[in-house]
């Protein structure tokens, strides 16, 4: 399991995936091997980076471009891996990430029709490392996703129904840009998802 220190592992997927209680999860899992852990949410963590997430996802903002958008998530993004990405895979610990660069491809690069080749060349610019070790992906139809978000909604999550459609597609399109991408079907239990996230991070 010393395997595990120093990876990169990013967790991501459309809003009411249920990544965050996944990440906690794999947290747990990662530790009990006997290894670090740091996990991070990403637009956040860092004192920036968790001003850029207000701005983001305040409702007020609703004329925000998508290439703000993509701008804004990467400036956090580049504070976050300085910050504390870094230096925490630098210790040997295992990071695990609640969203990344996958998001900014599905969210403003797919649905927001920026192109994901612009997303990929502006974190070529901005960012030191751009791809984790895996990325996994919880992959959720938007009615079941809807159902889990009974409650208010911020600037991204109220972007539609179709919106969040392409958001999906985006995601399960990541593995064409040849990373090391595993989808799994976040419709199961949290336990059977929790199981499948493990046997993911077993491959790496
Ligand atoms: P979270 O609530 O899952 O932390 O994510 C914040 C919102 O920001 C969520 O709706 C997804 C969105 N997002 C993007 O649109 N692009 C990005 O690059 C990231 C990281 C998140």
């Known amino acids: 399991m010393n395997n ?64 703000t958008e993509m701008l804004l998530y990467m400036a956090a993004r580049a504070q976050l ?25 599905a969210y403003q690069g797919y649905a927001g029709k920026l192109g994901t080749e612009k997303v990929l060349e502006v974190a070529q610019h901005s960012l030191e490392r751009i791809w984790p070790e895996v990325t996994i992906v919880l992959d959720v139809d938007t009615e079941t996703a809807a159902k889990r978000m009974d409650r208010e909604l911020d600037r991204m999550e109220q972007k539609g129904k179709d919106f969040h459609a392409k958001v999906r597609e985006g995601f399960l399109r990541l593995a064409d840009l040849g990373q090391d991408v595993t989808v799994i079907d976040a419709t199961q239990t949290i336990d059977a998802i929790h199981e499948q996230v493990i046997a993911a991070i077993e491959e790496i």
């Open 4 to 67: 595990l220190e120093g990876k990169f592992i990013v967790l991501d997927g459309p809003d009411g995936c249920g990544k965050s209680t996944q990440a906690e999860l794999l947290s747990k899992w990662v530790e009990l091997q006997g290894v670090s852990v740091a996990t991070f949410r990403d637009p956040g963590t860092t004192a920036i980076g968790e001003k850029v997430r207000d701005i983001l996802l305040d409702i007020a903002h609703e004329s925000m471009t998508a290439n």
């Open 81 to 105: 891996w300085a910050e504390e990405i870094e230096p925490a895979l630098e210790a040997g610990k295992c990071v695990i990430m609640d969203r990344w660069i996958s998001s900014t491809f």
